[in-house]
Every structure is written in C-alpha cells, then in structure tokens.
T-cell receptor
Framework: SAVISQKPSRDICQRGTSLTIQCQVD?????MFWYRQQPGQSLTLIAT?????????ESGFVIDKFPISRPNLTFSTLTVSNMSPEDSSIYLC??????????FGDGTRLSIL | GENVEQHPSTLSVQEGDSAVIKCTYS??????FPWYKQELGKGPQLIID?????GEKKDQRIAVTLNKTAKHFSLHITETQPEDSAVYFC????????????FGTGTRLTVIP
C-alpha cells in the first residue's frame, strides 16, 4: 500500500491563527481525503481533495474554515483557519484508489491554546 | 446518510481468549465494510475488509462476518495477544476506495496478560 506522510505530526497553536497540514504520498493516487478525529471520538470526513479543482466538503464543514489544495496526484494540504480550542483534534489524511481500500497517514495532533 | 453503530465501546479479555466487536449499518446501498485498528499515536490501519457479496472472510486470527439482510457485521479476534490492545473501528461505504467511509464509534480492546 502507499506510504503516506503527514507534516507536522503535532503542533500547539494560539487561537486565531491558522495552520497548514501537508499530506504527501509516495505514489499517484486517485482519491485523497481529509478526516477529523476529535479527542476520544470516531473519524468524520471533512472533505474530498480533488486534483485540479475545488474540494468537495461534507455537511458542517466549509471552505473558509478548512481550505484544501491538491495540486497533483501525490500531494494535498489542509489549512485550519482562525483556530479556536474546539478545533483541537487529530487531522488525518487518507488515500484511495478505485477498488482499493483507503489507507491513512498517522495524523496531525493539533492543540489550540 | 449512512449511520454505523458499534458495540461494545470497551472490551477487556484475558490473553488467549476471543474478542468480538459488532457493528450495524443503516444504508442498504453500503457494500464495503473495512475494519481499522488504531494504536496510540498512530493513524488507523486496515486489518481486514469484506464486500457484500461475501458472508465471511478470515485472515489468520482475525475474521469478519457479514449479514446483509440484518445489516450487521462483526469482527472476531481469536487467541488474543497483548499487542491486539488498541481501538478498533468498523466502517461502511457504498463504493470501495473512492468514497466516504462512515465510521463506527470505536471499541477500545484491552488484552490482559
């Protein structure tokens, strides 16, 4: 399966600031997804990162808060904007191909003070 | 949309015993059901998956069963070992790989040596 690298692995940020998380895959993949995992909770899909076009956001998530880029088939970024303590979560990148399971990176652990 | 329920939320077993985790789903269009294991500080790792045209799948000590009529599927771990201790998530999707995964709420499994 693809090797997925996320940076940073963790960060502590001040409220009101923004952080960009990077996801790099070692091979071209069709689909890239961004998930949020709140403390002790399950995973919720934020959006599907589409190569060359705007991301597709799930209900409850908006582009102004979570802008996403996907310039090519191996790389995507998620920005968490104007952060508040409620944004403290693990943010996970996953990748998928048609007829192949999704695989996850190790996530970015984000704490907002 | 899809709703996946998972039980129990916590499970403790003695080493060598079996562990069973159960999930139900609501959307009859779901046809792909993966199980992920998440260790502390790591992203979810796929351990086994099953498609709706199969009733059971086994991989060494791990097996998954699916009852499509009743809309439930289960993870069975036999001869548990301390390294099996982790949080396990079930998920459901209507399109393998290239679609949203709807996750259960997770089961924290503790294997007592």
């Amino acid at each position: 399966s693809a090797v997925i690298s996320q940076k940073p692995s963790r960060d502590i940020c001040q409220r009101g600031t923004s952080l960009t998380i990077q996801c790099q895959v070692d091979s071209q993949v069709t689909m890239m997804f961004w998930y949020r995992q709140q403390p002790g909770q399950s995973l919720t899909l934020i959006a599907t990162a589409n190569q060359g076009s705007e991301a597709t956001y799930e209900s409850g998530f908006v582009i102004d808060k979570f802008p996403i880029s996907r310039p090519n088939l191996t790389f995507s970024t998620l920005t968490v904007s104007n952060m508040s303590p409620e944004d403290s979560s693990i943010y996970l990148c996953s990748v998928g191909q048609n007829n192949q399971p999704q695989h996850f990176g190790d996530g970015t652990r984000l704490s907002i003070l | 949309g899809e709703n996946v329920e998972q039980h129990p939320s916590t499970l403790s077993v003695q080493e060598g015993d079996s562990a069973v985790i159960k999930c139900t789903y609501s959307d009859s269009a779901s046809n792909y059901f993966p199980w992920y294991k998440q260790e502390l500080g790591k992203g979810p790792q796929l351990i086994i998956d099953i498609r709706s045209n199969v009733g059971e799948k086994k991989d060494q000590r791990i097996a998954v069963t699916l009852n499509k009529t009743a809309k439930h599927f289960s993870l069975h771990i036999t001869e548990t070992q301390p390294e099996d201790s982790a949080v396990y998530f079930c998920a459901a999707s209507s399109l393998l790989g290239a679609n949203n995964l709807f996750f259960g709420t997770g089961t924290r499994l503790t294997v007592i040596p």
